[in-house]
């Protein structure tokens, strides 16, 4: 087993431009969004979970980042949460883990940004923290119990955010 408490890689541009195309056909479909809470995307929009939208090709390409996940974890896993974000301007979230649904989380960056960047608070009794900037194509895999944050964008920052329970 190699589960990761905090990892960083790159995930190929077809995927990344395939999620983008989609979180721009999902804009114009209202009743895939929820309605933004203290919990949840402050100043964007967040879909439901896409898992529940029974698109092929969706599930295909969520397949395809399943078994990468796996075959670097060497763990099997199942999906829990899937959901694509888009910041506004003035966008952003609070601290808060993903533990209380998932065992693994991703973070895919969609597109670049020179501000909005994600703080890991990866040793609390130590501060440590690590910020990463919004690069399209790197992705972020890291533990549900990691705390973290957005940071303000003033930029339209899109992510696709994954959540996986091991099997």
């Not at 056909?25 to 009743?31: A, I, M, P």
Request: charged letters at 25%; glycine letters at 4%; one cysteine or more.
């Amino acid at each position: 087993m190699n589960f990761p408490y905090y990892c960083e890689f790159y995930t190929n541009n077809r995927l990344v431009n395939f999620f983008n195309k989609k979180l721009d056909f999902y804009k114009t479909q209202s009743s895939l969004w929820i309605s933004p809470n203290s919990s949840s995307t402050i100043n964007g929009i967040q879909t439901r979970n896409m898992l529940d939208f029974a698109e092929d090709d969706v599930k295909y390409k969520l397949k395809i980042i399943k078994t990468q996940i796996e075959k670097k974890c060497k763990i099997k896993f199942e999906y829990h949460w899937a959901h694509l974000i888009e910041y506004k301007n003035g966008g952003y979230q609070l601290i808060h883990t993903h533990d209380h649904n998932e065992d693994l989380s991703i973070i895919l960056y969609l597109n670049d940004c020179s501000d909005g960047e994600t703080v890991f608070h990866l040793n609390s009794k130590r501060n440590i923290t690590h910020s990463c900037f919004p690069k399209k194509g790197k992705t972020i895999m890291f533990s549900s119990t990691v705390p973290h944050y957005a940071n303000h964008t003033f930029s339209n920052k899109k992510l696709l955010v994954l959540g996986f329970k091991i099997k």
